[in-house]
Structure formats: C-alpha cells, structure tokens
C-alpha cells in the first residue's frame, strides 16, 4: 500500500513538474514576442512578403490588382500569423529568460523606445524621399568626424542591412528552386551558381552600398545627440546587446529559409500549371 501511494505521489509530481514547465515556456514565449514587438523585429518581418514581391517585378498596384497563377501563389506562401510564430519559437529557443529580461529592458526603457521609434520609421514612404533629400545635401552639410565614427559603429553593430542581405539570399535561391520544379531537367539552373553570381555582384557593389548605408544611417539618427547614440553603442555592443543581436539574425534566416522554401514550392505548382495551359 504505502508503495502505492509513493508511486501515486511521484506520479502527480512529474504532472505538476511538467504543467510548471509548459507555463514557463508560454510566458517564455509571450516575453519573446513582447521583445521582438518593442524593439521592431515584428514589424521588419511583416516588410518580407512586399520585398518579396518587388523582387519578382510586383510593385504595390500590380501585385495587389492584378491576378496571375505566380501572383496568387506568393500570397498563398506567405501566412504572417505562421512566420511570426515561427520567428517566436526559433528566438525562445536561442534566448532564455534572463537574456529576454535583459534585452526587453533595453528596449522599454525611454532611450530605447526613442531609438526604435526611429527605426521604425524607415519603413514608411515618406521617409525615403526624406533620405533622399538629406543624402543629397551631405555635401553641403556634412556630419562631424565624431558622428561619422558613431554611425558607422552602429552599421557594423546592427542587424537591419544584414536582414536584407539575408533576404535577398535566400529569396532567390528559393525561386531558382521553383523555376527548376517547372523546367526539364536540361534546362535548369544551378543554385551554387546564383549563390556565387550573387555574392561577385555584392562584392562589386560593395563600396555604393557602404554608401548608401552610411547616408541611411546619418540620416536615420541624425535627431539623436552624441550621447545618445553611444547609449545604443553601449547596448549593442555590450554582450547582452551582441547575443540579442544574433540571435535576431539566426532567427530571421530560418523564417525567411522557411518562408522562402514554401514560396518556391508554391511558385512552382503555378508556374507547372502555366506551362500545362
């Protein structure tokens, strides 16, 4: 009997073991999600799909108006709700709860609310042509040497043109993958050799995209003081602010590889489709 009862007893510690630990991991994850939400991570995931689109030859009206069978495949691929979750899972994975703790309160505090409200803005129309304006008028007006070194400090410590790197990778790799699904065999196209296409023509824009980075960024936190910007300085580049980094970096490319895999099988179903008609 009283062996019984020990085997009851170990039996309902493992379910409450095992409850504690499923409530733990759900507010894991919320906390990932309030994180990625704070410091804009969420709202640069949901510029993909249209970046996506342009890279195809979509532009905002043709895209959204007009039907093709390609068209309505790219719409088809991309489920926001799902490539958030997945963004959320792989960043619970990467971070634990005291990294999350730390970096969420970075990003909560005043400083870093200002600085990402800032970021966010680089997604709206308007600010292009801002840029634009203020990237035409350096010469006249040029930053101090002090803010030149701040900013390019931030370019290398930061994961916004890297995403973009990341983006263009693995979006034409997953196209590539979906022309050939539609080609014979003879006529399809190696990805190692879009791979390495890709990587001369970076290369060899190499120095027009440092500038244009450079004029982003002057332009982006030319509103923030000096000390400011070395406030984010301190954060990015401390070991909280570089593991926090990464692990964005990681996250986005198995969401964007993901997302860009079913694109590819997607496009392809529409393009054997199109080849049938």
Known sequence: MIRVQ?????????????NMSGAESLEHRRQVRVLLEQCGVL???????????????????????QYTPVRDALFQAFDM???????????????????????LHW??????????????????????????????NLDEH?????????????????????IDEQLEMTTALALTEAMNAALPREERIDPDHIRHELQIRRENEKEELQREHLASFLYL?????????????????SADGKRFTAAVLTSLNVVFQSASEELGTAVGRALKGERRV
């Open 6 to 18: 020990a085997a009851l007893l170990v039996g309902l510690m493992s379910l409450v073991c095992i």
């Open 43 to 65: 709202e640069r995931l949901k510029q993909f799909p249209r970046q996506v689109f342009e890279r195809m030859g979509y532009d905002d009206e043709s895209y959204s108006k």
């Open 81 to 103: 709700d799902k490539m958030e979750q997945h963004l959320v899972h792989a960043m619970s994975n990467d971070l634990d709860s005291q990294a999350v703790g730390k970096a």
């Open 107 to 136: 990003f909560q505090s005043p400083m870093g609310k200002k600085i990402t409200d800032l970021e966010r803005m680089t997604y709206s129309a308007h600010v292009w042509k801002e840029r634009s304006l203020y990237a035409q």
């Open 142 to 162: 040029p930053p101090t040497q002090h803010r030149l070194l701040q900013v390019q400090q931030l370019s290398n410590a930061l994961y916004l043109f890297r």
């Open 221 to 237: 936190y030319h509103r923030l003081e000096d000390a400011e910007v070395e406030k984010y300085l301190e954060f990015l580049e």
